[in-house]
Structures are given as structure tokens and as C-alpha cells.
């Protein structure tokens, strides 16, 4: 044989007997290699997303008192802007969640402001707001409780957690509590 090839006979034996060159298993190799990458990078990034998710919602639970996201029922907002109807004033609503009854007192026609230790619910109560008109209203931010000033809301709404009642009436001894 010159020139130091394979002879055409062997090649086309190799062929039927199923062996692949090793070529083509270098280029096999790599996808499945690329797969891998993307597969990792996939499984990764969900852990990511489901972490950035869930923490807010379950950190309060490993607070000394814990403070869950519990939503008002329908119910429970009607009795609220049932009590509000005789007031006036700006309404601030502590540990708002997802905004529902910073929005009703809003349509009422009351300036509100929620405040939410929770940005994801926080971003959902804005987006909320503006879906149901009343964003220039209601508005919402971040913040803890217990770093916020009061004194210049005429209502307060506390709603859910026992704890977080009785905390407040040692911190403001005037305020009227309501059971809904």
C-alpha cells in the first residue's frame, strides 16, 4: 500500500461491522458533554429561582415571633371597610401581604399605605393596584414594623397574628381593637 492509507476493502468491512471512527466519537462526546452543561445550568438555575422565591415566606416562621402570610377572606375585608365607612383619614395597614385591604380602603376613597416585610408580596400588592386603578392611593413598601412612625395614620389596620396585637397595644395604648 503506498502512500500509507487504508485500503478500501477495510474501510467498507468497519462500515458493516458497526465501528464508528474515532472521530465521530470526539464529536458524540461533545454534545453529550454540552447536554450535561445544560442540564447542570437548568437544575441549577430552578434551585436558584425557587430559593429567591420561598425564603421570604418561610424566614418569618424562624423569627422569635413568627408573622406568616396569612390572606384576608372576602369576608374579612367586607367587615373592614364596613368599619372604616364613619372614618376619615389616611388608613396604614401593618404587615400588609398581598394588599387586598389596602386596595379596598383605597376604592373606598381613603389614602393607604401598606407596609410588608415580604418584597414579593409587596411587588405583587403594587401590581395589584395598578391593575385595579388605584395606584396613586395605595401604595406599598418594604420596611418592618416595628422602624415605621404611626403617628400620622388616623387608622390602623392590624390584622392576623395574636402576638402582633398584644405587642402593639404595650407600644400604642389608644388605639381601638376590633375583633373581625
Known sequence: MEGGGTPPETLKEERQSGCVPPTSLE??????SSWGFLFTGIVGGTLVAVYAVATPFITPALRRICLPFVPATAKQIENVVKMLRCRRGPLV?????????????????????GYELNPWLV???RYCARREGV????KFYISDLWKVTFSKYSNVVIFGVPQMVYLDLAYDSHLEIKDL
Not at 27 to 32: A, E, T, Y
Not at 135 to 138: C, R, T
Open 27 to 32: 464529536g458524540n462526546s461533545l454534545k453529550k
Open 135 to 138: 395606584q396613586a392611593s395605595a
Open 93 to 113: 395597614d401593618i404587615g400588609s401581604g398581598d394588599g387586598r385591604i389596602v386596595i379596598a380602603a383605597a376604592k373606598e376613597g381613603f389614602t393607604a399605605v
Open 123 to 125: 411587588w405583587y400588592s
